[in-house]
């Protein structure tokens, strides 16, 4: 019978794990305090993920300003991953600066789904898992191995998250930083009746937007 894995849940701890990385050991809880986005490509030394990785090392600085930190996957081992980035930098001019995880026990990949047998049974699919500081899964994205992710959306959610968690609210489809963002429904009568003089911009008694 073939082996299951269950995937992630959103609202839950996100599953503990202690690797090898190319910046050497790391155990997931050690990055308590920080946003992480754990990301799997499906392999080495492949085109759409050579695109991804220097498109994601351009990213980093604005990740980390927003204290959030990128790790990388796949089932490769160290070695591979290191001969990978040196490659990028000399022949790409592009330093990746975020680790890479060697899983080739696939260890992480299979307590986080990354392994869709559909697609392969030894390679990852393109997944993003968005983990808050306290270690609580709070996104995830999947994409096929044939498509490279857009990069400004991983970014666009990070912020997303964050203003959620600071101010308490939602954000409306299309949502970019600086745009209004969605208050909570009210839950009783009075509640409603008390937003009519709140100020928001109310374009029915359950939705209604503000500026922050």
């Not at 794990?17 to 190319?22: I, N």
């Not at 085109?47 to 090392?57: G, N, Q, R």
């Not at 992480?108 to 699919?125: C, E, N, R």
């Not at 299309?174 to 209004?180: L, S």
């Amino acid at each position: 019978m073939e082996e299951m894995h269950a995937l992630p849940v959103i609202g839950e701890n996100a599953p503990e794990f202690e690797c090898v990385t190319t910046h050497g050991p790391m155990k997931l809880s050690d990055l308590r305090g920080k946003w992480v986005v754990l990301f799997s490509h499906p392999a080495d030394f492949t085109p759409v993920c050579t695109t991804e990785f220097m498109a994601l090392a351009r990213a980093n600085d604005e990740l980390e300003a927003m204290n959030v930190k990128l790790i990388g996957l796949s089932i490769d081992s160290v070695h591979s991953h290191l001969a990978w980035v040196r490659s990028i930098e000399e022949k790409m001019g592009v330093k990746i600066p975020f680790p890479i995880i060697a899983d080739l026990d696939m260890g992480v990949a299979k307590k986080f789904g990354m392994i869709h047998p559909g697609t392969s049974s030894t390679s990852t699919i393109r997944t993003v898992f968005f983990i808050d500081p306290e270690g609580k899964m709070r996104a995830m994205l999947y994409y096929p191995m044939t498509n490279g992710r857009y990069i400004p959306e991983i970014i666009r959610l990070i912020k997303a998250l964050q203003v959620t968690d600071q101010f308490k609210v939602s954000t409306p489809a299309n949502w970019q930083p600086g745009d209004q963002v969605v208050v909570p429904p009210p839950k009783t009568a009075e509640e409603m009746e008390r937003r009519k003089g709140e100020g928001y911009d109310c374009k029915d008694w359950y939705l209604c937007f503000k500026q922050i």
